[in-house]
């Protein structure tokens, strides 16, 4: 079964901090995703990677960085946090062959910037 | 500009009966859609996807029916069990364009 591990469960930073999110899957998956899900808006695409050091923008990148310097590692960067920052954050992976290939996902973290 | 909409947030069905979940698009580029299942502080979970050259899916008790010329999807229960209580989201892609959108979820009730 595959394994989506974020490094926490829930997170407290406060404005103007550098945050990091930490994801590792298991299943030798090529690509990986960061999501954010806040009400009424479902989950919306930050980042997404198809390989090593490689890296795609989705639809909201502004303010968020990404590292993938393993496969089986991506990073998600908030660089200088700020309360609009504040949600929940999903960590995902597929296999190559398209990005509509069924992501398994994390179970979250939920970030709070004070 | 919300590109995956659901546009009922929420819905009640009799155990054993059928449960509809329906989601829009407005992009026509878009060749590939996915169904995913989210319980309370676990992350989504697949369930079902249809391609674009398809109009209908089965997998045991899920159906997915694609209406291109509508720009609509939807998920068929049947029958629905208390275990299905989720938020279900629907999920569209441009392959080619590297473009992947969630709708906003329709969380499923099945009363017992």
Known sequence: DVKVTQSSRYLVKR????????????????????????????LRLIYFSYDVKMKEKGDIPEGYSVSRE????????????????TSM???A?????????????????????? | DQQ???NSPSLSVQEGRISILNCDYTNSMFD??????????????????????????????FTVFL?????????HIVPSQPGDSAVYFC????????????????????IP
């Not at chain 1, 404005?15 to 479902?42: A, I, S």
């Not at chain 1, 089986?72 to 660089?79: A, G, N």
């Not at chain 2, 309370?40 to 045991?60: Q, Y």
């Not at chain 2, 473009?99 to 009730?109: A, D, E, I, N, P």
């Open chain 1, 89 to 91: 954050y999903l960590c």
């Open chain 2, 32 to 61: 590939y859609f996915l169904w995913y299942k989210k319980y309370p502080a676990e992350g989504p979970t697949f369930l079902i996807s249809i391609s674009s050259i398809k109009d209908k899916n089965e997998d045991g008790r």
């Open chain 1, 93 to 114: 992976s597929s296999f190559a062959g398209g990005i509509h290939q069924p992501q398994h996902f994390g179970d979250g973290t939920r970030l709070s910037i004070l």
């Open chain 1, 15 to 42: 404005t103007g901090e550098k945050v990091f999110l930490e994801c590792v899957q298991d299943m030798d998956h090529e690509n990986m995703f960061w999501y954010r899900q806040d009400p009424g808006l479902g």
């Open chain 1, 70 to 85: 393993k496969k089986e590692r991506f990073s998600l960067i908030l660089e200088s946090a700020s309360t609009n920052q």
């Open chain 2, 4 to 6: 995956v909409k659901q």
């Open chain 2, 67 to 75: 209406n291109k010329s509508a720009k609509h999807l939807s998920l």
């Open chain 2, 91 to 110: 999920a569209a892609s441009v392959d080619t364009g590297n473009q992947f959108y969630f709708g906003t979820g329709t969380s499923l009730t099945v």
